[in-house]
């Protein structure tokens, strides 16, 4: 399984504790995540389920490419790493 | 009277109190640090809810408990069909999800737990109980004309006003900026559009009357006589005295006819009150005069309210939810985006400045 680790500053809003989650692709991992998890899905996805426009997701130290399907495979040892993307001051 | 105000603003939300010696901040503040962008009370149970945007983490929405607040469902759109293009006015896809809370608004004392809560892009959503979930109000969503909305402040529509008639809460009437008011006499089921008599100079010509291109800023409704309905709109003001089917136009108000937010009289209808700026190219206060202007009979004649308010070097824009009036129609607040808020406890006559230095305030509400 692959392990998932976020952003420090979401923990103000939803405790999200690095973790384990099942999956191959992005959203196979985001969607056991969730589960399991549901408040946090609002705070890393739209309404469509893409990935806001202000965060983004590092597999491997790698930014994912497709930020709408989340179709990037993930490894059965990645280590995913859920961001807020720079913007603001 | 009402002896509390919630402050939203970009960087938290602030409780302002009628203390002995008058209005001040009260020490404790919810969500410091926060972008906190409208609250609504619900006179019908005293619950209050608050939008906040997280930006990175997107929009939510919180409902106050005995003890505090906590986080309830956010209005969220439906799958966009696949294959379905829909561009906004810049050619990019229009998102299906809400970027903003833009009004909030309680539904008829008879249907308890009805709120109503309008968005950018655009979206109308329904709760029918307090906020626990929400629908898309197809209706208006899938109208074939809600392709011709635009975007006014924003890159796209935004759903910034919901009136609801008093004597019967089955009809609301909305307002976009850019899209007009439209009405519904049947609580959402089925929708038109209102505002004939409305202007905009900013269309081609054969654009300049259409209803839907106006980009109404904001609108009240008289409480006593909900026939009587003000409009603060991008290049004027305007009165109805039908419900909204018509506006005049109301001209010649020193200094300008250019704001946000109106408000008007709970119980006189020829008493609205408006902030104006010089115009859309010049968002201040003309001379860094900051002014409230009020009319008593109905349009016909302005007053120029400026006691108590900064007389030089004030550049105040007053957003259209920054300007509140309680329910007796005697004192009024607003607040300013460079912090600046203000209370009359006398129908605008005088103003008290209760603090300069808030972060830029995005509403005011009297709780």
């Keep these: ?89 | 009277m009402s002896e509390r105000l919630f402050v939203s603003t970009r960087k938290g939300l602030f409780h302002v109190v009628r203390a002995r010696n008058g209005w001040v901040i009260d020490d404790h503040v919810d969500f410091l640090g926060d972008n906190v962008s409208l609250t609504l009370t619900d006179r019908r149970d005293g619950r209050h809810f608050a939008a906040l945007d997280h930006g990175h983490f997107g929009v939510k929405l919180h409902r106050s408990t005995d003890t505090g607040w906590e986080e309830i469902a956010t209005p969220a759109y439906p799958p966009k069909p696949e294959g379905l293009e829909e561009n906004d006015m810049w050619g990019r896809p229009l998102e299906w999800s809400t970027a903003r809370i833009w009004a909030l608004q309680t539904g008829g004392t008879n249907e308890p737990g009805v709120l109503w809560c309008g968005t950018i892009p655009g979206g109308l959503f329904r709760s029918v109980d307090h906020g626990d979930s929400w629908t898309l109000v197809r209706s208006l969503w899938d109208h074939p004309k809600r392709r011709q909305w635009m975007g006014g402040g924003a890159d796209v529509p935004g759903l910034h006003s919901i009136v609801v008639d008093p004597r019967d809460s089955r009809r609301v009437w909305i307002a976009v900026s850019t899209g007009g008011i439209w009405f519904t006499e049947d609580g959402g089921a089925s929708w038109v559009q209102r505002g004939e008599g409305m202007r905009a100079d900013h269309v081609p010509p054969e654009l300049t009357h259409d209803p839907i291109a106006q980009d109404v800023h904001c609108l009240a409704q008289c409480q006593a006589m909900p026939e009587r309905m003000w409009v603060q709109h991008h290049n004027g003001i305007f009165v109805s005295s039908d419900g909204g089917r018509n506006f005049s136009e109301i001209t010649g108000v020193e200094p300008s006819v250019f704001g946000f937010p109106v408000v008007v009289h709970p119980k006189d209808p020829d008493t609205a009150w408006f902030v104006p700026g010089i115009k859309d190219e010049k968002r201040i206060p003309r001379d860094g005069r900051l002014v409230v202007t009020r009319t008593r009979d109905g349009g016909r004649s302005f007053e120029t309210l400026h006691v108590g308010l900064p007389a030089t070097h004030a550049y105040d824009v007053v957003y259209r939810h920054a300007l509140a009036i309680d329910d007796t129609g005697e004192v009024l607040s607003f607040g300013s985006t460079t912090g600046g808020l203000w209370v009359s406890e006398n129908a605008g006559d005088r103003w008290t400045m209760v603090t300069h230095t808030l972060p830029p305030v995005y509403a005011v509400r009297f709780a």
């Design chain 1, 1 to 89: 399984m692959a392990r998932v680790a976020f952003t420090a500053n979401i923990q103000r809003h939803v405790a999200c504790r690095e973790t384990d989650a099942a999956g191959g692709s992005v959203r196979e991992v985001l969607d056991n995540l969730f589960a399991a998890l549901p408040r946090a899905r609002g705070y890393v996805l739209d309404d469509q389920a893409a990935l806001r426009k202000h965060m983004t997701i590092f597999i491997d130290g790698e930014m994912i490419h497709d930020r709408v399907r989340l179709s990037d495979p993930v490894g059965e040892t990645s280590h995913v790493y859920i961001f807020q993307a720079l913007s603001g001051g």
